[in-house]
């Protein structure tokens, strides 16, 4: 039982038009030796699940830049001008869900639903106009489809064999669900410990979720502090 | 055969579905039984719907943990690389298809697949739990099952009379005499225990058994 | 910023009438001696969401004994032969759900959602009669709603002052959900901690969730192990 | 008044919205201002949608670390009684019901207690982010915004013109001039800054003003 596998074996499971649901919110959580993995194999015409599209220049931005990616599912660009303006000028295909609805379509795809009923956006012009909605117990509400994904792309502080997972602080963000949603489940990881040496009650995501596990060398510039986010 | 040799029986025969690394569910009654017919060196986990996964063997007389119990009450051991979740991750856990394997009893079970094993209109009716979500979900579903009721009838039928867990859920049907397998032509016949002979498993099984051409197996 | 109470401050907001969420499945996680607290209050006409009916005079069902319970939402009575012979009798109304299903639901309501989409009992007689189903994306599924409680009667190991909550082992079951679910949110707790003292990334359920904790000065024999659970 | 001191004014005042133990959402902006206006002894939770619950203050430099952001991307500190959560739980929070109160700044927010503040068609429109489950969930929702815009045009308005964030989800509307609350009858004027004028406040204001029956307050 040893799910630990090079980069390269692990991302041999991404194919061109792979719908890949990569977790993070900001830095923090974000796989960014992963995303560089993927960069660098040039799988193209993918569909990206994230929160937001990293910084400019930054994550997932990069496979943006380099026209890997034909569409973004996501919440908020609005620390990305770059893929703002790819958007803009039509290069890059962007649906915008509000965070909390596109953190439950994707943990609906993870628990074997088909969709959910809310009211989020209910009232509001851009939403309402563009959503199937439904009359359900004497109100009209969004009905949203389940979002399910070829392939999840993680970073956790450790893992064991078995794929148990341990998220560092707001890390944890995206990840959990995401590792629940899709076929294949990759994880880079910081450390790598004994099947047995993690607490059953401190997993935050439980092995059975996870196919393969990459064990992270070094941490990239990327991983650590941003300048320009310091006061 | 003896209750308890028959139920041995099934038990060794079904331990063969499950292999390293896999995610297992085990129903009541028979399916309890399969775990100890593993050898130890295979290392499997076992998923209780109240939210344990790497569930061991039942505890050893006075070793119980009040907080430590498997889905039908009775206190268990973890294995090494166990976690907690809720009730709303566990069963994420089986409808969105990680149960590699999972193996529940039956009432009824048809040559096409379908299950029936959680009420017996005006007689037992103590509510699904999480049979269905389990039947319908898992990857692979084994049914483990005495071939024939306590009044000889067949179990296994060409239609389920009694309602459904699941429809077309059944992968495998392993019973003390016989190892099924559901297809879209019917029932295939894959292995007959040792010591029996084909017409005797005709005779107890209440729907047609087609044969591979290679003739089925021994176990 | 103190949310720990008496068992009776706490309990003082359950009405007649109320819809009452209760943890645990079997013994661990159930609040036994807020249940027992109930019992002597004597509020009654109580619809009761929990797993299971707890086994026969323990928990839940001394309350569905005394008359005080109008109604359950669980998913199995198997072994309580009390409570189901009072259901055949007509003396208690029971609506069953697929378990994974009841839990959804609450999740559901928790979530601030209205209902959601499931296959599970799709082809099965019962379940495809008696609900609401509709075709999305090419498949029928069936359409079920969030469930909300006006009180949620939880069981964990330790609190802190805020009513940040962590369970023990398989006690979690139905609690963190439950806790999400409901009006008034109340925990009973093995042990208090000073706020602070619980490791954030440990935190099962988050204290914004919990409205008041109540510390219980010995756990009675109810909480113990069952002796014909032994082999 | 310098832009600095207004945004103060408006930060302190908001303070007043905070109680002993409430959970809290700062929006960006003017928002991010309000805690420290409150006083040390005051316990309360800052709640931010990538899942951290109990954040405190901005890090010191050379003090961050580099898994501890805020929705924002600021590095923050943590209060003790804080928790993690995935993002699904910490929208669980919002939709649930569990903020007790937030604060937004605003493009527009109407005397009806609309607010519009994610996009402006052809010119801003990044994503709606969490702000709109947080405008129409938080049990008590305060806008926080300069009253006029950089051409000094109204912000508060009879009718949005923007593409709504949230439809009468609007409890509080703190400028650097005014207190108000949108009602069904119409914008009340609760309370109007030291040394401003009534009239002032009505022609920089882009909707009929009521006034309490006491009038209005200072603040």
């Known amino acids: 039982m040893n799910k630990v596998c090079s980069l390269e074996e692990a991302l041999s499971r991404v194919n061109p038009g792979d719908t890949v649901m990569v977790g993070g919110f900001g830095v923090p959580g974000t796989p960014f030796t992963l995303l560089d993995g993927l960069l660098k194999g040039g799988v193209n015409e993918l569909t990206v699940v994230k929160n937001e599209a990293n910084e400019d220049h930054m994550g997932i931005s990069k496979l943006v830049e380099a026209g890997l990616v034909r569409k973004m599912i996501t919440t908020h660009l609005g620390l990305n001008k770059t893929v703002i303006g790819m958007m803009n000028r039509g290069e890059v295909e962007v649906e915008f869900y509000p965070q909390g609805i596109l953190a439950e379509k994707i943990r609906a795809g993870g628990a074997g639903l088909f969709g959910l009923l809310t009211d989020i956006g209910m009232d509001t012009e851009l939403l309402s106009s563009t959503k199937q909605t439904m009359w359900f117990e004497g109100r009209e509400l969004i009905v949203e489809s389940a979002l399910k994904g070829d392939v999840a792309l993680l970073h956790a502080a450790k893992a064991d064999r078995f794929g148990n997972l341990v998220y560092a602080k707001s890390a944890m963000n995206f990840n959990p669900v995401m590792a629940t949603a899709a076929t294949t489940v990759i994880a880079e990881v910081e450390e790598v410990v004994e099947i047995g040496d993690l607490d059953p009650e401190h997993v935050h995501t439980p092995g059975a979720f996870v196919d393969h596990v990459v064990l992270l060398e070094e941490l990239s510039e990327e991983y650590g502090i941003l300048e320009h986010h310091i006061i | ?219």
Not at chain 2, 57 to 70: A, F, M, Q
Not at chain 2, 144 to 167: F, M, Q, S, Y
Not at chain 2, 185 to 211: D, F, N, P
Request: some cysteine; overall charge negative.
């Open chain 2, 1 to 219: 055969m003896s209750t308890t040799s028959y139920k041995d029986k099934i038990a060794a025969r079904a331990a063969q579905e499950i292999s390293e690394g896999k995610v297992v569910n085990f129903g009541i009654g028979i399916p309890t039984l399969i775990a100890k017919f593993l050898p130890p060196e295979v290392q499997f986990f076992v998923h209780a719907e109240n939210g344990v996964l790497g569930m061991g063997g039942r505890c050893r007389r006075g070793e119980e943990d009040r907080n430590l119990i498997d889905a039908g009450g009775a206190y268990v051991e973890l294995v090494p690389g166990a976690s907690f979740a809720d009730s709303s991750v566990s069963f994420a856990m089986i409808r969105g298809g990680r149960l590699d394997v999972a193996f529940l009893g039956a009432l009824e079970v048809s040559g096409k697949g379908d299950l029936a094993n959680w009420i017996i209109p005006g007689k037992y009716a103590p509510g699904i739990g999480g049979a269905m979500e389990v039947a319908q979900k898992a990857r692979r579903l084994v049914v483990v099952t005495n071939h024939n009721d306590r009044a000889d009838n067949p179990k296994i039928v060409e239609e389920c009379t009694l309602p459904l867990t699941g429809k077309s859920c059944v992968d495998l049907i392993i019973t003390e005499i016989a190892v099924m397998q559901p297809t879209r032509r019917g029932l295939l016949l894959l292995e007959i225990a040792e010591g029996v002979e084909l017409e005797e498993v005709r005779q107890r099984t209440g729907t047609e058994l087609l044969l591979p051409p290679e003739g089925p197996g021994r176990f």
